[in-house]
């Protein structure tokens, strides 16, 4: 996954007014082409439970990068980049209460902090968009309907829970060919985990999700359910930490990665 | 796509089986890990029209092979392979008309005789069932259950008519999993062309296939939907040929390609 040069520069470019303070909300539409991720940050007391947590469940917590105890870098991610400053809004933990959200985190900085990036959504559904398959919740101008389930994550340490999916519907050709595209995507939650029958992953109502915004699912279209990176959230809330910083909802970290460079084949 | 050794060799000594007389019925479970294809032979005049057919209907109809007219070698398929004896059991039909089905075909040969060699649908089943999948049809003992569809396939010349499918009944996980195995093998039908919801294909009761043997499909189970390679016997049987042979039904041409070796990656 080496940067891409005209890329990433209108990642860079980006990054430096979210570091200026000129962004401060959703980054969705920003540098288009770019790999947007979740941000955790964690002390290192807990980084390797939580490491572990996404070894074992690599569809809601698929890892672009983790870095150094008490280091603001990820050059995987971008030469410049620094943690502190680069994500729009941040949300503050303590406890497991959310206590601040502020645009830099530059005077919480500690030297045990370890930050997590993971793949989001954005990235397959970029995918998807390209072959020309379209997005239910984007047409209809809402976030994407998001369901507790009745499947358990794999526990580790502090860090259990159920998971959580994203539901996009399609008609049943675009249904194939979308499992299809985001197979290729292992690195951003890959395949659906489950198409069509809510009840048999514990999900009662698909017009009332846990997050975002319920959409309309036609007659002639299935229901096709992604891992969803709420899941790692939900689980780190769960577990209380006493200290934690995340990413504010939809104002995430823009990286230099390409989304078509996330593709295996 | 080269013949592998141990497996081609296996090939070869069940092809002499059968040109002995010794074989002359179903194919399926005989030289496993083998390609087994369908055969159609027509008149070079009508073989144009059908070469395009195919091209232009790749999932019900992907080619193996094609003859030179008058030639009853594919060499491709296996160096000692004659078209006219290696085939357990023959149907000849003339107008249209089954008129005989014979075990060998060589009192029949002329000049202009064109072969075509299809994929078929035991060497994804061989896929699927080696990834660990079951498939409901064999574990009810009988013969997949195959629908006539309201989706048209693209006509060329004489040749025209309705998709057949077949389908096959899995939990969405493995109905998941199902797709992307197949979709490694664009040569023997690729992946599914419908999932869930019949009645959206034209199939009115799954109880009632227009071929084959219905099976039961349970509450928590998707049905999924392949391009059948009776689609071309379908239209063949329409077009009414003066001439044509074709395979028995389940009595295949067994070849010296490796089932393993149609993957695409």
């Not at 940067?3 to 980054?27: L, S």
């Not at 943690?83 to 045990?112: K, M, N």
């Not at 514990?202 to 990176?229: H, K, M, N, S, Y």
């Amino acid at each position: 996954m080496n940067p891409t040069e005209p890329i990433a520069g209108a990642a860079q470019a980006t990054r430096q007014r979210i570091r200026r303070g000129e962004i401060t909300g959703h980054t969705s539409g920003l540098a288009p082409g770019c790999v947007q991720g979740n941000v955790v940050i964690l002390p290192s007391a807990l980084a390797p439970d939580f490491l572990r947590f996404c070894q074992a469940n690599p569809k809601p917590c698929p890892l672009l990068a983790v870095s150094e105890p008490g280091d603001a870098a990820l050059p995987s991610l971008g030469a410049d980049l620094d943690i502190r400053s680069d994500v729009p809004r941040y949300r503050v933990f303590r406890q497991g209460e959310l206590v601040e959200e502020p645009t830099d985190i530059g005077h919480l900085w500690r030297g045990d902090l370890v930050s997590f990036v993971l793949g989001c959504s954005f990235s397959f559904e970029w995918a998807l968009l390209e072959d020309g398959l379209r997005l239910r919740h984007q047409d209809c101008g809402v976030n994407v309907p998001m369901y507790r389930t009745g499947i358990q994550t794999v526990a580790a340490g502090r860090f259990h829970g159920p998971l959580v999916v994203s539901m996009r519907p399609f008609s049943p050709a675009d249904a194939i060919r979308a499992i299809q595209i985001t197979t290729r995507f292992p690195g951003v939650h890959g395949a659906p985990v489950h198409i069509g029958k809510p009840e048999l992953i514990g999900i009662r109502e698909l017009a009332r999700p846990d997050w975002g915004d319920a959409v309309p699912v036609q007659a002639d279209e299935l229901p096709l359910f992604w891992a969803c990176g709420v899941t790692p959230q939900a689980v780190i809330a769960e577990a209380k930490p006493d200290f934690c910083i995340t990413h504010a909802p939809g104002s995430m970290l823009i990286t230099d990665l390409n989304n078509s460079r996330l593709a295996v084949l």
